[in-house]
C-alpha cells in the first residue's frame, strides 16, 4: 500500500523557476512507492507536474474528489532516482586521519571524484599508473600542504629589488653564472613532480596538493633567480652538458619513488645547503633574501619527500636497496661527464669571496670547501633517516652527483 | 523471410549522439548474445521507404514517420506494428504558449494573430498542436497567421532548434503564441530562453505518443520478440546500460501500442501532409 508521506508547499512557484528542486528534495526523503502531495497556485503547475513526472520516471496523478488536503496533484516516486546509487561506492572519506579513509589501492573508475564522495558505479577507467597508497602516502602530507600555502611569497613584494648592489662586475659575473645554474636545476625540480602529478590517483588529494604547490614554488624560483641575473642589465651564462646530463638522468626515472629520492633526498636537500651557504655569503642583499625564500621552500620539499620514502622504506624494506642501486646506477652514468662545471665552481668563490683580491678569493675557496663538507654530512644524515647504516650513508652521500642536484 | 543479417534497425541522424547510442546498443545487444546491427538515415521520409524495401527489419520512428509507415504498409497490403516504446514516449501533450501579460486568455483570441510553430515535419510542434486549434474553428493560414521555424526539415522535428526559435519568437514579441512539447516548455525555462513565469499555457492538446520501434508483418516474430525482450529487460540500475537509457532519453521501455497515435493520423489529414497511401502531398516539403 501506498503511503502519502508528506507534502510539498510551492506557493506561487512554478515548474518554470525551480520548483521541481523542491519536489525533489521532498521525494529524496521518501521510498520507492511512497506518495507525496503537491501544493501551489501556478497557473500551469499541474500540467507541469504531469510532464516532470513522466520525464523523471515517478507516476502522476490528480486526487479524487473531496480527500485532498489542498494538493494539486500526487506524486509516487519511482525507482530511477536512486538507480545511481546501487552498488555505488564510498571512495575513502575525505577526512585523511579516518579509519579506512585512505584506500590502498583505490580503483581507476573512481577517477576524479572527491575522496569521500559516493561513486555511481561505471563511467571511464582513468589510467593513474601511481594508484598504491604505499607508493606514495605520507600522513605528513596536509599538514605539509598547509605550511606551504601558508609559506607562499609574492617575488615583487617579498624581495627588495631596489637594494643597492656594490660589489665589482666579475663578482656580479660569478652572481650571474651561478642563477644560470640555479635556474636549470630548478627547472628539472618542476619538471619531474610535474611529471609525476598527473598520474598519482586523485584519491591521494594531499599529496597532489603538496605537488602541485611545489610545482609553483619551483616557478617562482625559477623567476625571481632569473630576475636577480639579469636586473644588471647581463645576459644569462653557460650551460654545460655536464649539468643537463646531471639532471637528465632525474628526467629519465620513471619510478616515483627513486626519483623523488634522486630529486628531493639527494638533490633538492643539497640545495638546501648550496642556498644557506648563498644566503650567508652572497655579496648582495637581494641574492641574500632570494637564497632565504627558495631555502625555506626547498626545506619543504625535502621535508616531505623525507616523509613518504620513510613510510615505504618501513613497510618495504628492500626499497632502501633499490634507492641504493639508483644512486650507483646514477654514478656511473655520470662518470663521463665533468661533473659540476669549472665556471659555477670558480663563481661559487668568487660570490662568497664578495671581491677579486687574492686574500677575498682565499677565504671565498675556503667557505666553498666548507660548504661540500656540509653538503655530504647533510646527505649522510638524511640517507640515515631512511634507514642507511651510517657505514651506506657514508658511501651513497659519495656517489652523490658532482652537479649537487 | 529468413533472416540471413544481424538484425538490423534504421534510425535518423538527427544528432551525432544517435552513433553513440546505437553503438551502445549494438554493444549491449552482442554481450546478450543477440546479433544486432543498424542504419542511419538522413531523413524519416527515407527510412519508411527503406523499410516498405526491407532494407531494414525495424525502424525506430517518430510518431509521424509511424503514421507513414502504417499507410505505406496498408497501401501495399501490409501491416505495421509498434512494437516497442520508451517510457518517455507515452502520454505526451503539446502546449500553446502566450505571454503571462497577453491580453490573449481564450483560445478565440488567436483569430488574426501569429502562432509560431517548429518545422514543417514536427507532429509535437506544428502538426499537433495546429489541428488541436483547428478543433476549435481556427483554421491555420487563414484564422491565424502561421510562423513555422523550419529547422532540419525530414527529421520530424526531433532537433529541438525549430521550438527554441519558436518560443524565442513569443518570448521577444515577434509572435502572440508558441507551439511546442510540454517538456520542452520546462526544458526551455531551464536554459534559460523563458523567464520563470514569463508565459502561460493557453491551450494543451490530448495525450498522445512519440516514438516508436515498428516492424513489418513480414519479419520473423521470434526475433522480434527477442528484441523486444532484451529491451524490457535493460534495467536503469544496471551502470552498463543506464548511459544507454539516458541519451535516449528513457528509464525503461515498453511494449508498443497504437492507440497514441489516434490524434496524429487525424491530424495528418485535416492538415493535408500525407494521404491515405501515405504519399506526401503537403506543399513546401523538400521530398
Redesign the interface.
Known sequence: VNRRRATVELGSL?????G?ILVKLALAEQQTGDEIGVRGT???LA??L???C????HRWRTPAEGTTDGAIGIIER???VS??W??AQHAGHADPTRAGAIDADPPGDWGLAARGATI????PTPQFRIHRRDEVWTDRAAALYAQATAAQWDPTKAIDWNAPIDHNQRVEAAVVQVMTFLIENEEAALVVPARFLGQIHPHFREVQQFIAVTVADEARHIEVFTRRATMNGNDLALSTVGGRASLQTLLDEPDYAIASFLLSVMGEGTFVSLLSFLERHAPDPVTRQISYLTRNDEARHVAFSLAHLERHTRIEPDLRSRLARAVEQRHRALQNTSGLNDDVFDALVLLAAGDDTPEAVRSGWHHVQHLQHEMNDARAARLARLGFTTGEAEALSSLHTRNFM | MTITRPFTLGAVAYDPKVVTIWEGFTDWFATQGFAFDYVLYSSYETQAEAHIAGHVDVTWDSPLAWVRTRRLAAAAGRRASAVAMR??D????S?VLVRADSDITDVAHLAGRTVSTGAIDSPQATLLPLAHLANFGLDPGTSFDVRRFDVMVTKHGDHVGGERDAVKALVSGEVDAACVI??N??LF?KEGT?E??????LT?TGLYDHCTMTVLDDIDQTVVDRFVELLLSMS??D??V??LLQLEGL??WRTGRTTGYTQLEAAVDRLGFYDTDGTIIVEGYPR
Open positions: 512554478g515548474l518554470d523557476g525551480g521541481d501556478h497557473p500551469d500540467g507541469h504531469a510532464t516532470w513522466r520525464q523523471h520516471g519511482g525507482p530511477a538507480a545511481r546501487v552498488g555511481e558505479p561505471g563511467g | 517510457d518517455t507515452q502520454d505526451l501533450t502546449v510540454d517538456g516548455q520546462l525555462a523563458i520563470p513565469d514569463a508565459v502561460r499555457i494543451r536503469f540500475d551502470p552498463n543506464r548511459p528509464r525503461q
